[in-house]
């Protein structure tokens, strides 16, 4: 197992942005794909390097980083900053520690969904099998779900970090689809000690021709 430093940012576009002329616009996104390009090519430290558009009117464009190591994180987030920061405002930031062989590919995914999680206190002072059977009750469900079609899930952790405890990620190919798993596991036990579950961030990839008009 190894572990991967994520940073999921949301950002708002301000009214400085729709100043500029339509060419300049084109002109930042494109060095936004350079950035992320370059990223994506070097695997050896570069796991995912993915942006998005907003689906929610709270934010405009999210994007999702995840690396091994931290100076190459914060120098990424700088890059994109110096590129995007002055038009835009950052509206949120999930920071948490993904543990895994290797992140699965999601490339053929077209939507992205991430939220943070914070649990009762009561849920940590129950025994530890009790806990892993009440996940596995959650997991199953999920996973059974005959909505569940293809969705690539991580669970990554936060604690100490971020002011949450979690913060889950999904890539999905279909909202409808999506929302109705998140619906059926309304059922789950393991709701039963969820505090909170927002900012809810949801994004699809696009051309940004939303962004250009």
């Keep these: 197992m190894e572990s991967f430093?994520?940073?999921?940012?949301?950002?708002?576009?301000?009214s400085s942005w729709w100043r500029l002329g339509k060419e300049k616009r084109m002109k930042i996104f494109?060095?936004?794909?350079?950035?992320?390009?370059?990223?994506?090519?070097?695997?050896?430290?570069?796991?995912?390097?993915?942006?998005?558009?907003?689906?929610?009117?709270?934010s405009s464009v999210l994007f999702w980083l995840m690396m091994k190591d931290s100076n190459d994180l914060n120098a990424t987030r700088a890059k994109l900053e110096k590129v995007f920061g002055p038009y835009a405002t950052l509206r949120y930031g999930f920071l948490s520690v993904y543990d895994a062989k290797r992140p699965k590919d999601g490339s053929g995914k077209d939507y992205f969904v991430a939220y943070p999680i914070s649990k009762d206190p009561e849920w940590y002072l129950l025994?530890?099998?009790?806990?892993?059977?009440?996940?596995?009750?959650?997991?199953?469900?999920a996973t059974g779900d005959v909505n569940n079609k293809g969705i690539n899930s991580y669970t990554t952790d936060s604690f100490g970090i971020d002011d949450n405890e979690f913060v889950v990620l999904y890539e999905l190919n279909s909202i409808p689809e999506w929302v109705a798993v998140a619906k059926n596991l309304r059922e789950a036990k393991a709701r039963k000690w969820i505090t909170n579950e927002k900012p809810l961030l949801v994004g699809r990839k696009s051309n940004f021709e939303e962004f250009l008009a």
């Design 5 to 14: 430093l994520s940073n999921v940012l949301a950002y708002k576009l301000r």
């Design 30 to 58: 494109y060095d936004i794909r350079t950035i992320l390009s370059e990223i994506n090519g070097n695997n050896d430290q570069y796991i995912k390097a993915e942006i998005y558009s907003s689906l929610r009117p709270d």
């Design 127 to 141: 025994p530890k099998e009790r806990r892993s059977e009440i996940m596995a009750e959650h997991i199953k469900l």
